[in-house]
C-alpha cells in the first residue's frame, strides 16, 4: 500500500484494545492492522486544516494567518477558563464559539503520565482520554459551558498536572494512585461558585492500547526536521506511533503535514 495524503489526528473506537483508524484523505485505514508491519512515512508539503493553502503549518495543523485569525485556533481551546461566549463576548466568531463554548463540558481525572486534571465537551468522551493515551479517567463534574469548566481546571492545576508527560504516558503500566482517593483529596480546593456541578457517581473508564512492546529509550520525530521516518510498527498509544528502534511520531503534532505513506 502507499498512499500520498494530508496528516490528521487518528480516528478511534473504545474497543478492547483501543481500535485506531488513520484518515488518508476519506479512505479510513485500520491501524491495529499494520502493528508488526514495516511503514515509511515522508513528509511532502503542508496543507493547512483551515484554509487549504500549502503554507508551512504553523500549529496546530493550521498556518500562521489561520492560527492567528481562524476561530478554530481560539486560544480557548489551550485556556477554557478564556472562554467568553457565556457573556455574550466574541473571541473570533462567536457563533461558532457559543456552539462549542456553551456546550455541556466535563471536567476529569486521568491517568496518562501521572494523575492530571482535565477539561473536554462531553461529546468527547472517551475520545479526549484516548487521545491522551489515558490508562484510567473519571469525571468528576459536568458543567453547562465551557468557563465554568475551565475555571475548576484552572483551581485544580496547582495541585494536580494539567499536561501529559509523553516519555512517561508511554511506558507500560498504570501510573497514579486510586482515581477517587485523589478526588478526594483534592476536592476542598474546587471553587465555591462551581461545587454544584459536582457528580454523586463517578465510574473509572479504563483502557487498554494496541502495543506489542514498549521500547526502554525512545526518540521522538519530527518531519519538519527529519522528513522521514521508517519501522516496525510496534504499537500505538494515544496518538503516538511506536517504532521497534524507540522512534516514536506523534501524528496529532504533524496535522496539516502532507505525507507519503507505505507498508
Known amino acids: 500500500m502507499k498512499r500520498e495524503f494530508v496528516l490528521k489526528k487518528m480516528e478511534s473506537?473504545?474497543?478492547?484494545?483501543?481500535?485506531?483508524?488513520?484518515?488518508?484523505d476519506g479512505d479510513f485505514v485500520r491501524m491495529?492492522?499494520?502493528?508488526?508491519?514495516?511503514?515509511?512515512i515522508k513528509h511532502t508539503g503542508y496543507q493547512c486544516l483551515s484554509c487549504g493553502s500549502d503554507e508551512p503549518v504553523y500549529a496546530r495543523g493550521f498556518c500562521k494567518k489561520c492560527f492567528f485569525e481562524s476561530p478554530l485556533a481560539g486560544q480557548w481551546f489551550i485556556h477554557p477558563e478564556k472562554s467568553t461566549a457565556h457573556l455574550d463576548i466574541a473571541d473570533r466568531d462567536l457563533d461558532y464559539e457559543k456552539k462549542i463554548q456553551l456546550a455541556p463540558h466535563v471536567v476529569y481525572l486521568a491517568k496518562t503520565s501521572d494523575v492530571k486534571v482535565g477539561v473536554t465537551r462531553r461529546s468527547q468522551v472517551p475520545t479526549r482520554w484516548i487521545d491522551q493515551g489515558a490508562t484510567?479517567?473519571?469525571?468528576?463534574?459536568?458543567?453547562?459551558?465551557?468557563?465554568?469548566?475551565?475555571?475548576?481546571?484552572?483551581?485544580?492545576?496547582?495541585?494536580?498536572?494539567?499536561k501529559t508527560r509523553w516519555r512517561q504516558m508511554l511506558r507500560p503500566g498504570t501510573p497514579g494512585g486510586d482515581l477517587e482517593e485523589v478526588f478526594q483529596r483534592i476536592r476542598e480546593h474546587i471553587p465555591v461558585e462551581t461545587r454544584a456541578y459536582l457528580l454523586d457517581e463517578r465510574p473509572v473508564y479504563?483502557?487498554?492500547?494496541?502495543?506489542?512492546?514498549?521500547?526502554?529509550s525512545l526518540k521522538s520525530v519530527n518531519l519538519k526536521k527529519e522528513k522521514e521516518v521508517e519501522g516496525k510498527l510496534l504499537g500505538i498509544k494515544g496518538q503516538y506511533l511506536i517504532f521497534a528502534d524507540g522512534k516514536v511520531l506523534n501524528i496529532r503534532n504533524h496535522e496539516g503535514f502532507r505525507v507519503e505513506f507505505s507498508v
Open 32 to 40: 491495529n492492522d499494520l502493528i508488526g508491519h514495516t511503514l515509511y
Open 13 to 24: 473506537e473504545p474497543a478492547q484494545p483501543v481500535r485506531y483508524y488513520l484518515d488518508m
Open 206 to 216: 479504563r483502557f487498554v492500547y494496541p502495543v506489542e512492546s514498549y521500547p526502554e
Open 136 to 162: 484510567e479517567a473519571m469525571i468528576i463534574m459536568e458543567t453547562p459551558n465551557r468557563y465554568l469548566a475551565g475555571l475548576t481546571e484552572v483551581a485544580l492545576k496547582s495541585h494536580l498536572d494539567d
